[in-house]
């Protein structure tokens, strides 16, 4: 069983810890497998796992802006989000998407789909390896995930409108 989730406008901290625990619940067979949509509210960078802050962000920039930082589960690079832009994720037991899957594979199954999805609305969405879906060779998805245990959390973007001068 599936269930479709818009948890709307949220702080970085709060769209964290749902993260968090979603897949924590899951892992123990607590919820059923998840796609969520999600956005935040106020402006934020979330850096990726092992990223480091001091390296990856202008400090005093944020601060100066008000942009909170905050940082996800998932590893990946530095995201800069504002209400214009759409998060999705897949929360989901690893065998829905096939025995043994390794994270290469749930990539590959996931981005297609999603890039399939995008091309049904009309945009020629491509999945580019490792992990990008693309437009006309440009990116407007990255994506990456997380195992636990037997659970997983799969998560990317979809930039909709967005100020360039604040990325």
Request: proline share 3%; aromatic share 10%.
């Amino acid at each position: 069983m599936w269930r479709v989730l818009y948890t709307g406008q949220r702080p970085q901290h709060e769209n964290i810890a749902l993260d968090q625990i979603m897949l924590e619940l899951r892992a123990q067979d607590k919820i059923p497998n998840t796609i969520r949509f999600l956005q935040f509210k106020p402006e934020c960078v979330l850096i990726g796992y092992h990223q480091s802050v001091e390296q990856e962000v202008r400090l005093e920039y944020v601060q100066r802006e008000g942009i909170e930082v905050g940082r996800r589960i998932t590893g990946g690079g530095a995201i800069y989000f504002d209400e214009t832009q759409i998060g999705w994720e897949i929360i989901a037991d690893k065998n829905s998407f096939g025995e043994n899957i390794s994270f290469e594979e749930l990539t590959a199954k996931i981005c297609n789909a999603v890039a399939k999805g995008l091309q049904k609305l009309g945009i020629p969405a491509q999945f580019r390896p490792r992990n990008d879906i693309e437009v006309e060779g440009r990116k407007i998805s990255g994506t990456g995930g997380v195992f636990e245990g037997k659970a997983f959390l799969y998560q990317g973007t979809i930039l909709m409108d967005f100020n360039v001068e604040r990325m």
